[in-house]
T-cell receptor, first 115, second 113 residues
Framework: AQKITQTQPGMFVQEKEAVTLDCTYDTSDPSYGLFWYKQPSSGEMIFLIY??????QNATEGRYSLNFQKARKSANLVISASQLGDSAMYFC????????????FGTGTSLTVIP | DTEVTQTPKHLVMGMTNKKSLKCEQHMGHRAMYWYKQKAKKPPELMFV???????INESVPSRFSPECPNSSLLNLHLHALQPEDSALYLCASSQVPPRETQYFGPGTRLLVL
């Protein structure tokens, strides 16, 4: 089974609008971390936001927020007030805290911001 | 400072060449990683070093040889590569897992002719 599922291969959003990128995960480990990365066409993977499985509140970092619904095993990324520079590939990832060093990446969502 | 540097940015090599990719971080991280990424795909883990010792080798062919000379440096030695090895090679580092965020370098775009 896929550990991380991103069902939106491509998304479009109007500049200044908000957009939600979906991510669901599968784990039996009660302790895990969820991450979102942005990868522009230049190639660098840029860390955006982290959510721990025991965190009571949804994580926020500037224009990025993580809509964490533990019972549904979803960790959607919300980008508010989209900018042209937000056009990139976005990857959701998970690390299971009790099983070592590996990150599990989703297949990614390509976001295009339209002027 | 959350910077991981990688050199070179681009590399073109023939199938008989020997080359090395370099990665450096000065964040005091004790875990370092090599990933391979094909276009429009997620990164695939190749190797993990923890406290300068190889802890994970994801069944990578022996034509890829990692080396961790010290806690700040990670090398990937390449020899007799195949055209299908052309990809973006990403280095990352983190505090020793399991909780910590991985920080990635800008990558090396490798083309094997």
């Amino acid at each position: 089974a896929q550990k991380i599922t991103q069902t939106q291969p491509g998304m479009f959003v109007q500049e200044k609008e908000a957009v939600t990128l979906d991510c669901t995960y599968d784990t039996s480990d009660p302790s895990y971390g969820l991450f979102w990365y942005k990868q522009p066409s230049s190639g660098e993977m840029i860390f955006l936001i982290y959510q721990g499985s025991y965190d009571q509140q949804n994580a926020t970092e500037g224009r990025y927020s993580l809509n964490f619904q533990k019972a549904r095993k979803s960790a959607n990324l919300v980008i508010s007030a989209s900018q042209l520079g937000d056009s990139a590939m976005y990857f959701c990832a998970m690390r299971e805290l009790n099983t070592g060093n590996q990150f599990y990446f989703g297949t990614g969502t390509s976001l295009t911001v339209i002027p | 400072d959350t910077e991981v540097t990688q050199t070179p940015k681009h590399l073109v090599m023939g199938m008989t060449n020997k080359k090395s990719l370099k990665c450096e971080q000065h964040m005091g991280h004790r875990a370092m990683y090599w990933y391979k990424q094909k276009a429009k795909k997620p990164p695939e883990l190749m190797f993990v070093y923890s406290y300068e010792k190889l802890s994970i080798n994801e069944s990578v062919p022996s034509r890829f040889s990692p080396e961790c000379p010290n806690s700040s440096l990670l090398n990937l030695h390449l020899h007799a590569l195949q055209p299908e090895d052309s990809a973006l090679y990403l280095c990352a580092s983190s505090q020793v897992p399991p909780r910590e965020t991985q920080y990635f370098g800008p990558g090396t775009r490798l083309l094997v002719l």
